[in-house]
């Protein structure tokens, strides 16, 4: 099927601008701010320090970045996740090299998040869905093979996080798979945005 070529308008910079300005959102919904608090809390710019265990090999360490923002008029929380960071991908050797996005939004009841990964790099999709629950947020779904797995967001203070990958391959145990310590960059206090006191 042929493909017609993008002219020089289709990818220049004002069409990028137009996207964020229709994708991004400054702020919360208005009236909806509670509702979204449970990843509003996190719309700024983060570096990761990530620790994968992949199976029968030893650990990789990597450094990365983590951007939220309100998305869709505010209704929606979505973020990007690279490791490595920007800085340092031409610099990084041929191993993983995630860049993918993540859309969050409550369902209609209010009591939990429905949730999309995308990771083209290494063309996944994960769907989850998410809840508060003692004082950690449990983001859980079921992979393409069947398996459980969960996500959580744990430790969780106004500059610093921790995250944990787990899955259940085996039926039976939950097995982890990959860690990250998360810190917020440090920004002029006229950068932050709501959430990020």
Known sequence: MPVASPSASVSSLPLIDDMAQALLSFEPSAGREDALRMYGQFVDAWDVDVIAYPPDKPPVRQRGEWIFSWALEGRAVQDVWIVPARSQRSQAGTGARPYGTTLRFPDASGSRWRIVWINPVSHS??????????????????????????????????????????DLADGRTW???????????????????????
């Open 125 to 166: 999709l994960f769907t989850m869905t998410a809840s508060f629950q003692n004082g950690e947020i449990l983001q859980e779904g079921v992979d393409e093979e069947g398996h459980r797995f969960r996500w959580v967001f744990y430790e969780i203070e106004p500059d610093r996080f921790r995250w944990r990958a787990e």
């Open 175 to 197: 097995t982890l798979r990959q860690e990250m310590r998360v810190t917020r960059r440090p920004v002029p206090v006229s950068r932050r945005t709501w959430g990020a006191s």
